[in-house]
C-alpha cells in the first residue's frame, strides 16, 4: 500500500500528501510573483487569473505593503501577538473603523479569528447558536464555507461533503437564488419555517455568499438576498453573510452586500483581508451578539501581525477614498464584455458571477477543463467552479491593468479556440 | 445591549470582540520582540515565558529567518501559493525530509492543511474516518485540540465545549494517564473496546498529546503512550499524536514522542512549525493512509509561502545536528530545578510536564492566577494551565539563554513571595 | 413544585403524568365501547369519529374478532410469544399472504417490531440505512412518524419535536406535495440530489405518507408519489411508505397506495393491522432489503399474540373479497357530501383528505377546537389535525352504518352551526 | 437476491424476516401456555425458564387475570383507549397507587408510554433532557435500554448498535459496577464530571439497570447504586431506574432498587408490567419533573386497556400483601444452590445475577450456547445471556412452583453433563 518514495520523484510527489491540486493541473514550480504575474523556475511568466482564488485581489507583492511589511520585520515588530494588543492591530483597527465601517455605518466588533475563512465561519456559526440558543443553522444549495467540521456541514459539495467520512451536524439546506426553475426560494424557506409542522428547526442563523465563488458563480439578485434578510429577521435568527471570496472588492464594492439594503448581523472575512495572501481571518459582529466570553472561541495564530501590517496599508490604498471602486466599476464592464465574447463561442454557454467575480458556464466540466488545461499552457493560470467544474472562472487581481487584462482575454480566447477546434475535430 | 462605542475607549475595547482575551490581564501594547524579550509602546520590556503558546520556541525575530524571510520578500518571492508548487515549500520538504523524517525512520507524507492547529486537527480525524470507514475517535480528559467543531468534540475543556452552544459528535473520552487515581487507563479503554457490549464504537482513532499543554501539563508516561498504541493496532485504530504544542523541541526532541518507542499513523503539527510564529499547520500521515483525494480537504492559506521559508531556516539552524537537542537537555534540569524551588514555596504544590513545558500546581486557580499577574507587572509574560488554570506554566522560547532564564525564575520566585506574603496578611 | 396529591383530586389528576392529553378536551371516563359507540361512566353514549386515531377501523369490539380472542384466551392460548413459532402468528402470516400480499404481488417479508408505529418506523429507517449504507432519509413537511429519536427526526411537527430536547439526527426536509405554491415538490427534490454541490447526503430513503393524518389530510397526488418513487429509484434511496394511519383501508383500499402505481420496497403498518385496537406493529419489506440478522431489531412484545389473532380474523372477514372495499367506494362519496355541506357553511373552509379520512379546513385551529368541543358535549367524539390544528378531521370506524355516519354529520353540523352562532354574536 | 418464497417453505420461512431469532433455536410452533409450560403443537410440552424475557413473571395465563380480561372483553370494555380516562385506567392507577407507590413512600407520576421498554426509555430520556436543558445522558457498558434510536444510543451490545447503520447521539457511556478490576466506577465517573476539562457534558441523566438482564446478568452493589445516585444528585442529572427487566419483583422485591436505600427520579417499567404478557409500558417520574405538555411525548397504544385490566388484577394478587415477596426470597435460595450445583461441573464458571435473575457464566458463549440447545431438547426453554452470550440464564415465572423449578433445573444439569461429556470427547 505504501507509496515509492524513491528519489527519483520530485519532493512534492514523494512527501506531500495526495490532497494537493492546483499543481496536479499546473505543474510547474514558481518563485517570484509580482502583481498579475507569476513566474515559474524555468523563468516562465504566466498571467494570474486566479489571485490565490480572489486572495490577492490587490495582487502580488504590492510594493506598498511590501514595504510596509519589510520595515516592520526589520525593526523586530511583533509577529505573533496571540491577542495581546500590539501597534499593528491598534493601527489596523483604526484604519478598518474609520475608512471600511463607519462609512458604512457600521458598528460590528471586530473577532480574530484562527487564519482561516473556516475558522471564521465556525466562529460566526458559534456565535450565532451562542446568541440565540438554537442549533439550526439554514444555509444553501452550492455554498461553501469550508471544510472543518462545523462549516463543512454548510458547505454543498458533495466532494468536500464526503471527506468528512461522517454525518456533519446543525445545518438545513435549502436552495440558493434561481436554484430550481420556478421555485421562489424565499418563500419556500419563509413557509417551512412558518409552518408549525414544516420540521425545519428555529434557526440561530440563515448564512450565505451574495455571489457563490466555488459554487459556480452563482450571483444572488438583491431581492433574495433582502428577502432572505427578512426571513432572518421575521424568524428570530441572525443574518451571516460568508464575504470570504466576494469581499474586499470582488464583487466591486468593499462588502459584496453594500447595495444590496440589507445590514447582516455577522460578516466573515478571510482571503484578500490582510491585502498580501497572508493568513488572516475575522469575523464581524453586531455588538449586540458579541457573546463570547475571552478565548472561548481562540486560536494561536488569531494575531498573525503581518497581516494586521499589510492589511492596514490595503485599506488606506485603496479605500480611503473611491478611486479604487470606480476602477472597478470601469473593469467590471471590460470582464463582461470580454466573457460575452467568449461565451457567444460556445453554444449554449452563458456569464455567471458578478463584478470581478465572473467567469463563462461552457456546459461541462470536461469541456471547462480543458479551456483551462490550454489557457495555462499559453501563460494563464486560470481555475473552473462549479458543480461540475462547469464555469470557466476570472478571478483575476483587482488591481490587474487593463492591457494584463486584455493579453489573458486574448489567452483566454485562444484556448477556447484550440479546444473547440480539437473538439470538432474529434467529433468528425 | 450595544456596547458604547464612544471614541474615549480604546480602539480595542471599542472594536475588538470580546473574546480577545491575554490583553486583559497584560494590557500592555506591545510593538517590538526579540528572542525572549517583548517591548512594549511605553519602552517597557518583558521576558517572555509564553512564548505564544509555544509558538515561538525559537523566539521572537530570530536573526536567520527574519533574514531570509525580508530577502524572500525583497525579491518578491510567492507569498501565497495555494497548493502549487513552490521552491519554498520544496525547499522546506527537502529539509523536513533530511533533518526530520529520515532521521527518524518516519516515511510519512506531508499534507499542508489551513494554517491553524485546529484545522491540522480536523484534517487528521477526516483522515482516520476515512481511512478506517469508522466515526468513533477516542479522546482523553484534559486534551485541547483546537476549537473548531470537528476538533472540539475532542477537546475537554468544558468552557470551550460550551463555546459551541450544540452538541459534538465523533468522539468517546476516556481517563488520560494518571487522571483517576487506581485506574489503569489502558487497560479500562482495551476493556471497554474489547467487551462486544462495551458501548464504545469501533474507533477509527486514538487522539492524544503526550503532554497535555492546556490541560494543565499533565504528561503522559511512556508506558501509557505505548499502551495507547498498541491498544488503537489490536483494535484497528489509527494512532494520532497531537504534536502543535509538545512538538518542535518543546519536550526536548523533535517530536514529543521520539525515546518512547511508539510510531504514530499521523501526527499533527502546527505553533512553532514556521519557526518564526508564523501562520502554518501541517500533519504527517504514513503513506497508507494519505487517502484524501485532491484538494478534499482544503483551505486558501495552505500554501503560507512565508512560512515555508522561515519553517526551512529553522530546520537547517536547530536540527541538522544535536547541538540544540543537547542544549535542551541542559535548560530541562535547569527549569526542573528552578520550578521546584518555587514548589518548595506553596504547601501541596507539584511539579507538572516535562522538559521545557514545565510548571507548578499552586493547588487553585486564583493563586496560580494572582502570580502570573504579579510576575506581569514585574515583565514577566507568563500564563496558567489546567481545568482550573491552576498550573504557572513556563513556556519559555527554546532559545532563552541560561541568564534571561534565570532573570524570569527571579522575577517569578518574587511574584510568588508576594502573593504568598499579601495572601498571609490577607488571612491575618 | 411538585404538583399537589390530595385525593380530592381524581386519581388521573393525582398520577397520570401532564402527558395525557385527549382526555383534557373529552374528560368522560369510558366504559364499554361496541362498533362506533362508546360509552361513559354515567351511561352517555358517544358516536366515535375518532376511532383510535385509526387503530379501530373495524370498529370497538368486533364481534367476531372478540369471539376469536375469547376463545384463544379461554384455551389457553400463547399471549407473549417472543419471536417464537406460534400457531397464531403462522395463520396471521397465512391470511395476511393469501388475501393481502398474494394479491397485490407483493413478495415483501414481514417483520413484527414493537408494537407501535414508530417502532415500525424506526426499523424501516434501520433498514434502509443498513441496505444502503447511507444515513440521510428525505422525509416531508406535515409529515408524522412518531416520537421516538429516530422516527422524531421524521416528523415535522414542531411541539413534538421540541419534546425531545435535542437535534434530531440522520433525517432532510422536503416540502411535501403542494405544500408551497408554484413549487414541484418533486423536481425540486430530484435537482437537490442531482446537483453535486445540493448540499443533500445520497439518501437512504425517503419516507412518505400518502395522506398525511396528523399533518392535516393532506393527501399527496398519485403524480407525487409516482414522482417520489421515480426519485428514490434514480438516487438509490429506499421508498417507504408509511401507512400505519393511512392503511388498513382508511382510503378505500387496504394499502393507500395501491392505486398509484408504486411498490414501496418497505411499508409500515400499526394502528389497525390487529383490527381490534391492540397493539401490533410491522414492516413489510422486500426480500432483497431483509438484511437484519437475528434479533438485531428487536422489542419484547415483538410476539403480541392475542393481536395475531384479531388481525387474521379481520383479513378473513374484511379482505377476502371485494364486499368491504365497495362499501369504502360508497361510504367515502357520502363523507364528501357531508363534509362538503359543513365546508359550505364556514368562509373559506376547504375539504381535505382522500377516502375515509377526510376532514375540513375551517381555517384555525381555535374555530376547529370549538366545534370540535362542542361536538363532544352533543355526543360526537371528534378530533383536530394540522400545524395549526385547523382541520376537523373525521376518522371514524370504516364499519360505521350509513345511518351512524349520518348521526355523525349531523352532530357535526350542528355543533359548527353552535359556534358560528357564537363567534357572530360575540363579534357583534 | 429475493429469498426463494416457494411454499416448500414454511409460512415463516417464506414470509417472516430474517430478523426473527429465539424460533431458530427453539423451531417448536407453540400454541399453549399455562404456568411454567409451553406446548407445541405436537403436544410436547417444555418447562418455561425464559418467561417472555421477565415478561411473565405470573405464568402463562394466570387464571385470575384470564377471567378479568375474558369478563372485560365480553362486557365490551374498552381495548384501545388513546389516553382518554377509562374506567381500567382509573382502576390500576389507584391499585398502583395503594399498593406499589404509597407503601413505597413514592410521589411519581405515572406516563403511559407506547407498550414497549424501548418507548417508556426514550420518553425517560426526553423527560430528562427537558427537565434539565441538558442533552448528555451517562449510560453503562452492557446496558441494555433498547433498539429504536434513542435509547440504542444507551445500549452498550455492539451488534445491536450496528443495526442502527448510523452514529447514535446523546449518550456517554461509562464502565458498570465492577467491569474493569481495579476501576471504582462511581469515583470516575465523578472525576470526569467534576474536573473542568473531564470532557464530559453536563449530564441530563445518569440510566442504569440495577440487575443488566442481556448484559450477563450483572448486578450491581448497592454500595454502586447509592454512589451513582449521589453522583447524579451532585452534578445536577437525573437518576432514571430502568427496571423493565429486573422490575415487578424480578429480583425479590417489586421494584429492584427497593432495598438500596435510593429514590429514582424515573424509573422505566415495561415486561412484566400487565401482569399477563400483554403489551404495556410506563414511566414514573416525580412530579417535578412530569414537564411533557399534552401528548408532547405521544402513541397511539399507550392505553392499551386490557393490559390494564390484567395489570391490576396482578397487583392485588401478588403485592396486596407480603406473602408473595417471602416465596420469592425462598425461591431466590433454592435458584442459588441449584445455580451453585451446575457451576461446580464447570471449570472457572461463576454465578451472576441476584433474585430470581441469576445465571451461570460458563466461560464461553459457544458452551451456553451448547447447553441451552441441549436443554430445549429435553424440554426446558431457557436462554444465554451477555457480551459473548457467555451466561446461562434462569429467568423462570417467579410463579413456578418448586417442583417445576427442580424439575427444570433437573433438565438443565443433564443438559450441561451431556454437553461437557461431548466436549470431553470431543477433545480426546
Same mark, same amino acid.
Given at each position: 500500500m505504501a507509496k515509492d518514495m524513491t528519489k527519483t520523484h520530485s519532493i512534492y510527489e514523494r512527501r506531500e500528501s495526495e490532497a494537493r491540486s492546483y499543481c496536479r493541473?499546473?505543474? #510547474?514550480?514558481?518563485?517570484?510573483?509580482?502583481?498579475?504575474?507569476? &513566474?515559474?523556475?524555468?523563468?516562465?511568466?504566466?498571467?494570474?487569473?486566479?489571485?490565490?482564488?480572489?486572495?490577492?485581489?490587490?495582487?502580488?507583492?504590492?510594493?506598498?505593503?511590501?514595504? #510596509?511589511?519589510?520595515?516592520?520585520?526589520?525593526?523586530?515588530?511583533? &509577529?505573533?501577538?496571540?491577542?495581546?494588543?500590539?501597534?499593528?492591530?491598534g493601527d489596523f483597527l483604526h484604519a478598518f473603523e474609520s475608512h471600511i465601517l463607519e462609512p458604512r455605518d457600521m458598528d460590528h466588533r471586530v473577532m480574530f479569528t484562527g487564519p482561516t475563512g473556516a475558522n471564521a465561519v465556525e466562529a460566526a456559526m458559534k456565535i450565532a447558536r451562542k446568541s440565540t440558543g438554537r442549533t439550526n443553522v439554514i444555509a444553501f444549495t452550492n455554498g461553501f464555507h469550508g471544510v472543518t467540521m462545523g462549516a463543512l456541514a454548510a458547505t454543498g459539495n458533495g466532494y468536500h461533503r464526503g471527506g468528512a467520512a461522517m454525518d456533519t451536524h446543525g445545518v438545513t439546506r435549502m436552495p440558493f437564488d434561481a436554484f430550481a426553475e420556478g421555485v421562489d426560494s424565499v418563500a419556500l424557506l419563509d413557509q417551512m419555517l412558518s409552518d408549525g409542522s414544516g420540521g425545519i428547526d428555529a434557526p440561530a442563523a440563515i448564512l450565505l455568499e451574495t455571489v457563490q465563488g466555488e459554487g459556480g458563480l452563482n450571483a444572488a439578485s438583491p431581492e433574495f438576498v433582502r428577502g432572505v434578510a427578512e426571513v432572518a429577521k421575521k424568524h428570530g435568527a441572525l443574518l451571516i453573510i460568508d464575504d470570504i471570496q466576494a469581499g474586499c472588492g470582488r464583487t466591486g464594492t468593499f462588502f459584496s452586500f453594500e447595495e444590496m439594503g440589507v445590514m447582516p448581523d455577522i460578516v466573515t472575512m478571510a482571503k484578500s483581508i490582510s491585502g498580501f495572501g497572508l493568513p488572516m481571518a475575522l469575523v464581524l459582529v453586531r455588538p449586540e451578539y458579541d457573546v463570547f466570553g475571552p478565548a472561548e472561541h481562540n486560536g494561536t495564530f488569531r494575531g498573525n501581525t503581518h497581516a494586521f501590517v499589510t492589511a492596514k496599508t490595503a485599506i488606506y490604498k485603496f479605500w480611503s477614498d473611491d478611486k479604487f471602486q470606480q476602477e472597478l466599476a470601469h473593469k467590471t464592464v471590460m470582464i463582461t464584455t470580454a466573457l460575452n465574447e467568449i461565451a457567444d463561442m460556445i453554444p449554449g454557454a452563458t456569464l455567471k458571477g458578478r463584478g470581478l467575480m465572473q467567469g463563462v458556464d461552457v456546459g461541462s466540466g470536461e469541456l471547462a477543463g480543458q479551456i483551462c488545461a490550454r489557457a495555462y499552457e499559453k501563460g494563464l493560470v486560470i481555475e473552473t467552479s462549479g458543480s461540475d467544474d462547469e464555469v470557466v472562472k476570472v478571478l483575476a487581481p483587482l488591481t490587474t491593468s487593463m492591457d494584463t487584462f486584455r493579453k489573458g482575454f486574448n489567452i483566454l480566447v485562444d484556448a477556447t479556440r484550440d479546444v473547440l477546434a480539437n473538439t470538432k475535430i474529434a467529433a468528425e
Open positions: 493541473g499546473m505543474p #510547474a514550480v514558481f518563485t517570484k510573483a509580482q502583481g498579475s504575474t507569476l &513566474t515559474d523556475r524555468e523563468g516562465k511568466t504566466y498571467i494570474d487569473f486566479l489571485a490565490g482564488c480572489s486572495s490577492l485581489n490587490y495582487g502580488h507583492n504590492d510594493p506598498d505593503m511590501k514595504a #510596509a511589511l519589510i520595515e516592520h520585520i526589520e525593526h523586530d515588530g511583533i &509577529t505573533h501577538g496571540l491577542d495581546l494588543h500590539t501597534d499593528a492591530k
